[in-house]
T-cell receptor
Framework: NAGVTQTPKFQVLKTGQSMTLQCAQDMNHNSMYWYRQDPGMGLRLIYYSASEGTTDKGEVPNGYNVSRLNKREFSLRLESAAPSQTSVYFC????????????FGQGTRLTVV | QKEVEQNSGPLSVPEGAIASLNCTYSDRGSQSFFWYRQYSGKSPELIMFIYSNGDKEDGRFTAQLNKASQYVSLLIRDSQPSDSATYLCAVNGMNRDDKIIFGKGTRLHILP
């Protein structure tokens, strides 16, 4: 029962470095999400993908890019990391019909120094 | 911009009492409503969902939905110290490109 798997769990970057956060789900869901969570700010949507090959900006997309490689995988890339991107990142997936919730990965704790 | 509003708290409730958490949403087209619980350092986990007006009960938890007033609430009866967590309200529409939008969460602290 893997569900949603994120890698890595922890990462420290220097300002200006790049990296890609990986996310994969094995529930055959169409929709996938990337959120960031900062203290007192709740979950803020970075990018969303309603299906393979489609992506849409969320509330806080600046500084990020995404790729929906196939139905299972949805990656988040930081091209030039900034300290403001220090956060906990969650990937989630859902099936798009009434009453289906989002399932979350375990999160990636990213620190940019 | 679709919004989901919650009081950030902290909400302090004595053990054994009823905890009441509230949420309002801006999009009248919203169809599905969720309550998640999140312990510190962990991922959110679903507690309940509701999509029809009225009450829905599951054990010690009751979700209430009022679409006319655009609010949804969560009641926790017989509160336990293990209920201390952040509770996130989430809302979704029914269109293919609708996104699940989360509130900022309410921190609940159950006092032993």
């Amino acid at each position: 029962n893997a569900g949603v798997t994120q890698t890595p769990k922890f990462q420290v970057l220097k300002t200006g470095q790049s990296m890609t956060l990986q996310c994969a789900q094995d529930m055959n869901h169409n929709s996938m999400y990337w959120y960031r969570q900062d203290p007192g700010m709740g979950l803020r949507l970075i990018y969303y993908s309603a299906s393979e090959g489609t992506t849409d900006k969320g509330e806080v997309p600046n500084g990020y890019n995404v790729s929906r490689l196939n139905k299972r995988e949805f990656s988040l890339r930081l091209e030039s990391a900034a300290p403001s991107q220090t956060s906990v990142y969650f990937c989630a997936s859902s099936e798009h019909r009434k009453n289906t919730e989002a399932f979350f990965g375990q999160g990636t704790r990213l620190t940019v120094v | 911009q679709k919004e989901v509003e919650q009081n950030s708290g902290p909400l302090s409730v004595p053990e054994g009492a009823i905890a009441s958490l509230n949420c309002t949403y801006s999009d009248r087209g919203s169809q599905s409503f969720f309550w998640y619980r999140q312990y510190s350092g962990k991922s959110p986990e679903l507690i309940m969902f509701i999509y029809s007006n009225g009450d829905k009960e599951d054990g010690r938890f009751t979700a209430q939905l009022n679409k006319a007033s655009q609010y949804v609430s969560l009641l926790i009866r017989d509160s336990q110290p293990s209920d201390s967590a952040t509770y996130l309200c989430a809302v979704n529409g029914m269109n293919r490109d609708d996104k699940i939008i989360f509130g900022k969460g309410t921190r609940l602290h159950i006092l032993p």
